[in-house]
C-alpha cells in the first residue's frame, strides 16, 4: 500500500487463473472507484486500486491504530494479514474490535524484534519464562547440570513432566520465532 494523493492505494498481486473473478469481485465493490492493470509477469498481474474506505472497513481500522499492513493473502474464504502496530495495546485494540462485532480474527504469531521484554517476549507464556529464566539463573543448562527439572519442579511446585513440557515448549517457541522467522524478499 502506497500513498498517493493523500490517501492509500493498495496494490494487490493476483495469480493469473483468479484474475477474472478478482476484477469482477472488487469492480462491483462500493468502496472502489477503478481498478487499473498495473502489470503483468509470469502467472501474476499487479493492480492498483482507487478506493474510498469506508469508516466501517478493516483500512480504517488499521490507519485508525498506527499501524501498517505489511502483506496480504487472500482467498474466497479468508484472509491472511501480516501487520505492524505500534504497541501491544493497539493489537489488543484491533483484535478486541473484531471480537465485539463477532469477526473471527486469529493471532498467530507475535513478534517484536526491537523491545522483547515490552510486549509479548516472544511469543513465551508467562509460566514458560518464568520457568526458562529459572532454569537458566540456577545452572540447568551448565555442564555439569547444577539443577534437576525435579528440584526445578519443586521450587514452582508442580510436576517433574509440567516443568518439562514449559521447557521444551518454551524453546520451541523461542526458536520459532527468533530462528526460523522468514527473511523479507528483497
Sequence with gaps: MVPLGGKPTPFVRIRNDARETFERSVSDH?????????????????????WEPSDASLLRRILDLDAVLLGAT???DSWGLELRFPTHEALSAFQDHYVEEDIGVTVERIYNPTKPDAGPWYGLTPPQRETLAAAVSAGYYSLPRQISTQELADSFDISDQAVTERLRRGISTLVRNTLLVEEPEE
Aim: glycine share 4%; proline share 4%.
Design 30 to 50: 462500493p468502496s472502489v472507484n477503478e481498478i487499473q492493470l498495473v502489470d503483468t509477469h509470469d502467472d501474476e498481474t499487479l493492480y492498483a486500486l482507487d
Design 74 to 76: 487472500g482467498t474466497t
